[in-house]
């Protein structure tokens, strides 16, 4: 019993970091449909031909209030493609065409506005003890310098 409780605690303890981590996604791509939707077109793109994967977060109570403004601006660009391409066809570069489009004249008071988001590193007391050995590692297998492997000793 002791070995499935904790095993679940660590399960419950990894839910809820992927859940931090979706919630930051989410709320990264707002802020980039907000303020910077016009430099960021490849997103968009990524984000219309992975639509469905928003879908999963529908349900979930804190997940979904992020979904609104994705929502609008996923739907818009799906309602463009379609009338384009009832005209004339869509070609990859016809939907990053549209998207660019969409990006200049989308009208800013249709999204819910979200806060700029400002992140700030904090870095770890010992973070040598992570960094050192990796930064070596990379060196030793990335270099074109021999280096004798016998000679090599980590402290």
Request: charged content about 20%; proline content about 3%; hydrophobic content about 35%.
């Amino acid at each position: 019993a002791v070995v499935s409780t904790q095993s679940t605690g660590v399960q419950a303890a990894e839910l809820s970091t992927l859940q931090d981590v979706i919630r930051t996604f989410l709320e990264v791509f707002n802020c980039t449909l907000c303020y910077s939707s016009r430099n960021n077109g490849a997103l968009i793109y990524e984000m219309l031909h992975k639509r469905d994967l928003f879908s999963r977060f529908r349900t979930h109570p804190t997940l979904s209030e992020h979904l609104p403004n994705i929502d609008t601006v996923l739907g818009c660009l799906s309602d463009r493609l379609e009338q384009r391409a009832e005209q004339e066809g869509v070609s990859v570069t016809g939907v990053q065409e549209v998207i660019e489009e969409l990006a200049r004249q989308w009208p800013s008071d249709r999204l819910q506005v979200t806060p700029v988001l400002k992140f700030e590193y904090i870095e770890e007391a010992e973070s040598n003890e992570f960094f050192v050995p990796y930064i070596w590692t990379l060196i030793f297998s990335q270099s074109t310098l021999y280096w004798d492997t016998s000679r090599i000793t980590l402290r």
